[in-house]
């Protein structure tokens, strides 16, 4: 099993978001945020090219930039709970099983945003993005090869996190200034 960080930062903080990785990168492992290069996969996943060994996954949405950190493969995913048209979505992106689950509870957007953060953390895991086609899993289900894990935030937004196997998950939602590091 797998442990994680997850790093979360408040949008007005005037730091760009390469700063914000490489600070919350540099606090999780303890090296200098110069040593951090993020580059991406020819399939567009980011990682750090002079820290492969660091594996992390952003997300950003309403209020928040977040990273998700660990020493193996990882996807995340935050989202603000937005008035939308859930049904419409749901039907265009979402499996049958799915669909169905939805109708049954009402389409609670609460209930919907957990449906939606837990596809996007899986296809940011798999690094294959929306590539991969939202439809053509279920996260209602066990997926082979990765676990799920939905992480309590605050009222009004949904997190989770995707890996091989989960073990603890840590949040840090301090601003990390200068002197943290």
């Known amino acids: 099993m797998s442990n994680f960080s997850v790093y ?3 949008m007005h903080n005037k730091l760009s978001e390469e700063e914000r990785l490489y600070r919350a990168a540099s606090h999780y492992s303890g090296l200098a945020p110069d040593v951090f290069c993020k580059v991406k996969t020819k ?4 990682f750090f090219q002079n820290a492969p060994h660091i594996k992390f996954s952003i997300s950003h949405s309403g209020e928040y930039w977040a990273c ?3 020493a193996t493969e990882v996807g995340f995913d935050i989202q603000e709970h937005k008035r939308c048209r859930y049904r419409d979505i ?3 992106f979402f499996n049958l099983a799915e669909n169905e689950h939805l109708e049954a509870c009402g389409y609670a957007p609460g209930e919907f945003y957990r449906i939606w953060t837990a596809k996007e953390s899986y296809i940011k895991f798999t690094g294959r993005g929306l590539s991969q086609g939202l439809a053509t899993f279920s996260v209602l289900s066990p997926i082979e090869g990765a676990q799920l894990k939905h992480i309590p ?3 009004g937004y949904s997190m989770c996190i995707c890996a091989e196997k ?3 998950v ?3 939602t301090e601003n990390l200034n200068p002197a943290d590091i």
Not at 43 to 46: E, N, T
């Open 8 to 10: 979360i930062f408040d």
């Open 43 to 46: 399939g567009g996943k980011p």
């Open 68 to 70: 998700a950190f660990g």
């Open 90 to 92: 749901a039907r265009r």
């Open 153 to 155: 935030f605050k009222e």
């Open 166 to 168: 989960i073990g603890e």
């Open 170 to 172: 840590l949040l840090n």
